[in-house]
C-alpha cells in the first residue's frame, strides 16, 4: 500500500468503528460524499469489499474485519507514540477522550474539566455522556467513569468521589394522600418514576439495604423516563416517588419540594471511579487529568 494512501486507511478505520458514515464524517471533518468515495476508491485498490452499506447503516465485511483487526492497534500504536513526542514540548498537550454517565458528569468530571482546561490549555478533552455500560476498549476511549461496582477487575480503577448514597423522594403534596413507606415493600402502594436501564432494556430495581439485608425492589408507575432532571421535575409535579443519588435532590430537600423517605434503608456504597486498561502506556496531559480527577479524603 502506497504511503498515500495511509489516509484512507484511516478513514476505513473510523468508519469501520463508528459504523456510520455520518459519525464518521463528522469525526474526520470530512463531508459524507468524499468519505464514501475514498471508500469506494479503497476498495477497488484492494480488489475485495471492506463494508456493507445499507440505507441506515454500515459494518465491515469479513474481510474488513480482518483489516479493522490487523492494523487498528498499529495506528493505534503510532497516534500514541506521536502524542508523547508531544511531550517533549514546554506545555503537556494531547487529546483525551472519556465516557461517563449524566450524573458522573455533573457532579464528578465537569466540577474538574473547568479549571483544568484553563490551566492546561494544549489539552483537548473529548466526553461523550452515555448511560450505557459502553466498552471503552473496542470504542477507542481513553478512560470511562463509572461505579465501582460496574469497573472490570482487569482495569485501572482510580476513585473520583466520596462514597455515595441513593433517595428516594417525593412531593409534600403526594405524602399528604398517601402514607410514607416505612420499608421497602410498602413501595407497591405507591405510584413511581422508572427508568430503563439502557444496556440490558430492563427497568432499574429499586436497591436497598439495612443492617447486613439487601433487597431489591421492582415498582410500578406510569412514568418511565431516563432523563435525571425530567424524573425531578416528576417527582415535584407529583407524579409519584423517584430513585435517584441523594446530592441531586440537596436542594430540594433542604427548601422542602421534596421530602425523603426510606433513609434508613439507604446505606453508603462506593462512589465512582475513573477506569482504564492497565496495559496502556499513557501520555503525561492523561497523567495530570487522571491527578486532578482522584478523589482525596
Known amino acids: 500500500m502506497l504511503k498515500e494512501n495511509f489516509n ?106 473547568q479549571g483544568f482546561m484553563t490551566q492546561w490549555p494544549d489539552i483537548h478533552v473529548e466526553v461523550t455522556v452515555d448511560n450505557t455500560l459502553m466498552d471503552i476498549v473496542s470504542h477507542r476511549f481513553d478512560a470511562g467513569i463509572r461505579l465501582g461496582e460496574q469497573v472490570a477487575k482487569d482495569m485501572v480503577a482510580v476513585p473520583v468521589s466520596p462514597p455515595m448514597r441513593m433517595a428516594v423522594v417525593g412531593s409534600p403534596d403526594w405524602f399528604a394522600h398517601h402514607a410514607p413507606p416505612q420499608i421497602p415493600a ?13 444496556t440490558l432494556g430492563g427497568m432499574l430495581p429499586w436497591e436497598f439495604s439495612a443492617d447486613g439485608k439487601e433487597l431489591r425492589v421492582r415498582v410500578e408507575g406510569q412514568l418511565t423516563i431516563n432523563d435525571l432532571r425530567h424524573r425531578i421535575a416528576a417527582a415535584r409535579a407529583g407524579l409519584g416517588l423517584i430513585y435517584l443519588p441523594e446530592n441531586c435532590v440537596e436542594q430540594e430537600l433542604k427548601e422542602g419540594s421534596l421530602v425523603r423517605v426510606l433513609e434508613s434503608w439507604c446505606e453508603p456504597f462506593p462512589g465512582y471511579y475513573l477506569y482504564y486498561p492497565s496495559r496502556r502506556q499513557h501520555t503525561r496531559a492523561f497523567s495530570l487529568l487522571v491527578e486532578a480527577l482522584r478523589y482525596r479524603e
Do not use: Y
Open 8 to 113: 484512507d486507511l484511516i478513514a476505513f478505520l473510523v468508519v469501520a468503528r463508528e459504523r456510520s458514515f455520518t459519525r464518521a464524517a463528522a469525526r474526520l471533518g470530512l463531508s459524507q460524499s468524499a468519505l464514501s468515495h475514498s471508500m469506494r476508491a479503497l476498495e477497488e485498490r484492494m480488489g475485495i469489499r471492506l463494508l456493507t452499506r445499507t440505507t441506515r447503516s454500515v459494518s465491515p465485511t469479513e474481510a474488513g474485519e480482518r483489516l479493522l483487526e490487523r492494523i487498528g492497534p498499529h495506528f493505534s500504536e503510532i497516534e500514541l507514540e506521536l502524542s508523547l513526542l508531544k511531550e517533549l514540548r514546554d506545555r503537556p498537550a494531547g487529546n483525551i477522550r472519556i465516557t461517563a454517565g449524566e450524573h458522573a458528569v455533573d457532579t464528578v468530571l465537569w466540577p474538574v474539566l
Open 186 to 198: 410498602d413501595l407497591q402502594h405507591h405510584r413511581c418514576v422508572n427508568m430503563r436501564l439502557p
